[in-house]
């Protein structure tokens, strides 16, 4: 059954702990919760002792009550059987009370870690690793590795109850507790050996449980998608052949947890019997009262219990340390966009300059090769290129999303990986071809680069945009609710939104990522009004397929294959006759007021001849 595995490896950034190492790391979590752990302990070790009492009282008063005839002895027997019952319960519930905090405390601080961990890692790395496996380890396994240490300190509670009871039939009968003891080794041997192949089929496990999380994840952010397409038997044939294989790798899991409790079994059976025997033995010879008798039956069920949940327990127990280890991993990746100095430029001006720049996405294909420009405060720098240029990548480079491979990238002539990306990115503006909305206002959506901003200044900057015309169009103004991912407004009126934002945040460096290039007309000459507000006396990079956005550039950048073929403004290009003037007419020409006008004359003409 090999095959179920395929295609379930581990990321690129997972990597093995061993046991040691996982340990240390989930005891450097408790270390803050020692107080309520070492209260834990206390009430665990009453409980123990409670529990251990009763089976030690019922014995002696086994071996009273033949040589008695007093009710009454019966009856305080009972009351302190019930009495210690009444005193474990009460133990048991303030123990378990603060284990619930104590990992509670605990699964929060490694909760806060991953999802810190998530937002600084750099763009590449969500290019690489579905969204869905990231958040199936914030949210699923850190809840199953709350499980397993709230299972692992109620092993512990009854083991200590099992020591307890061992170390009393020690002084009881030497001989009997040694054969209560030999099966010890034998079903921990068997559980320590079963280890290997439950963190095997558990890892996998969880693995799985990722790609259908990613997968359902995927399909209903893409369900319109899907929907448009008719693929919608497509994606659940995928869902059904995923959820299939997770089925099979669950069972198969069943399987091998479920065949190591008849092993256990058999030796304890074998232990029990042999305690009968010898045991019954020494009652007849009068070496063992019948009391003490009861006392080892009971102390083998008790035994028996913790140490088949030693096995029941490891499979949760590798669960947790599974889901710990992808957690941990997902902790301890590093990221590619490495900053080597935190510095906070007091006034951002806007100056860029790349500097014999090379990067790639990859290691297969470089997308700027020995790539040089310069950027000048204010300057308005248009660029433009087939698709795969390298256009959006050198507005990601300024974003400091990416890392580059080797050259320098200067603003205001420090080396972008000496600043402080905090305060570097809240001078920065940026607005994508798709701009992505959260779940709330518009009012809160503009607000969200500037969240202190009072209601003024987020009417103010909404206003800037197109004069506030396009708020009209939205049924509550600024508080209409935008839904999930803005999908109640349409592409248009994201934009603009995006552009209010980015207006209210004032940024020194503005980029611009084709925010025209799905838009009608009317809402086109909105986002230009727009632009033309927030590129006024700001550094602006306008990655562009439209001409109303580009034409009136201070200097437009022609890319090809990642290098630099013609630069000048609109004018010149046409006038050389190049790679601009070839795009211009295939592409950006028909978008002209000229071509408009002259097609418009044109048909004109055409209609009276067509009549005759």
Avoid: C
């Avoid at 803005?486 to 004032?506: E, H, I, P, T």
């Avoid at 006038?575 to 007021?593: C, I, V």
């Amino acid at each position: 059954m090999g095959f179920l595995f395929d295609g379930l490896d581990a990321e690129a950034y997972d990597r093995q702990y061993n046991d040691g190492q996982l340990l240390r790391r989930i005891v450097g979590y408790f270390t803050p919760e020692a107080r309520r752990m070492f209260a834990v302990g206390f009430t665990m070790l009453l409980d123990t002792l409670s529990r251990a009492a009763m089976p030690i009282i019922i014995s002696r008063g086994v071996d009273e009550v033949q040589t008695t005839q007093d009710s009454g002895l019966i009856i305080t027997y009972g009351l302190v059987v019930a009495a210690l019952g009444a005193l474990a319960w009460l133990f048991n519930f303030i123990r378990r009370w603060l284990t619930a905090e104590a990992v509670g405390n605990v699964v929060l601080q490694m909760r806060e870690d991953a999802f810190d961990a998530v937002m600084k890692r750099d763009l590449s790395f969500y290019d690489q690793f579905p969204s869905g496996k990231i958040v199936s380890r914030v949210t699923s396994d850190t809840q199953a590795f709350s499980t397993v240490v709230t299972l692992t300190i109620d092993l512990i509670g009854q083991l200590l109850l099992v020591a307890v009871l061992i170390v009393y039939l020690f002084f009881v009968d030497t001989s009997l507790t040694g054969i209560v003891l030999i099966m010890v080794p034998l079903i921990i041997g068997v559980a320590l050996g079963f280890r290997r192949v439950a963190r095997f089929t558990i890892r996998h496990s969880r693995r799985v449980r990722a790609e259908v999380s990613a997968l359902v994840q995927e399909t209903v952010a893409g369900i319109s998608v899907a929907k448009t397409f008719r693929q919608e038997h497509a994606v659940y044939a995928d869902f059904l052949k995923l959820n299939r294989r997770s089925f099979w790798i669950n069972l198969r899991m069943g399987y091998v947890f479920s065949g190591i409790f008849p092993i256990l079994l058999m030796i304890v059976s074998f232990a029990v019997a042999a305690l009968v025997y010898f045991g019954g033995l020494k009652v007849q010879a009068g070496e063992l009262t019948a009391g003490d008798w009861y006392l080892f039956a009971q102390g083998v069920a008790l035994l028996w219990f913790p140490l088949t949940s030693i096995a029941s327990f490891w499979s949760q127990f590798q669960l947790g340390l599974a889901s710990g280890e992808r957690v941990f991993a997902l902790i301890d990746s590093e990221p590619k966009v490495v900053q080597r100095d935190s510095r906070v430029l007091p006034e951002l001006r806007g100056e860029i300059e790349f500097a014999s720049v090379q990067f790639s996405y990859t290691d297969k294909e470089r997308v700027l090769d020995n790539f040089s420009l310069h950027i000048r405060p204010g300057e308005t720098l248009a660029l433009v290129g087939h698709t795969g240029a390298g256009k959006s990548s050198i507005g990601k480079l300024i974003a400091r999303f990416y890392e580059f491979q080797a050259g320098r990238i200067m603003i205001d002539g420090v080396d972008i990986r000496l600043l402080d990306l905090a305060a570097y990115r809240a001078r920065l503006g940026v607005v994508t071809q798709t701009p992505f909305l959260f779940d709330g206002t518009v009012r809160e959506n503009i607000r969200y680069g500037k969240p202190g901003a009072p209601d003024s200044e987020v009417e103010r900057a909404a206003r800037q945009i197109g004069n506030g015309d396009w708020l009209k169009s939205l049924t509550n103004g600024l508080d209409t609710e935008v839904g999930e991912r803005g999908g109640s407004l349409s592409m248009g009126q994201r934009q603009l939104v995006a552009l209010a934002r980015v207006m209210l945040q004032d940024p020194a460096i503005f980029i611009l990522d084709e925010a025209t290039a799905s838009v009608d007309p009317l809402t086109e000459t909105l986002i230009q009004e727009g632009l033309d507000a927030i590129m006024k006396d700001r550094t602006s990079i306008v990655i562009a397929h439209r001409l109303s956005t580009i034409r009136h550039a201070d200097r437009i950048i022609v890319l090809k294959q990642g290098k630099i073929i013609e630069q000048g403004n609109h004018d010149q290009l046409l006038e050389q006759g190049g790679h601009y003037a070839e795009l211009y007419n295939t592409y950006f020409r028909h978008q002209s007021l000229e071509y408009i006008e002259a097609q418009r004359k044109a048909n004109a003409e055409a209609a009276p001849e067509s009549a005759t």
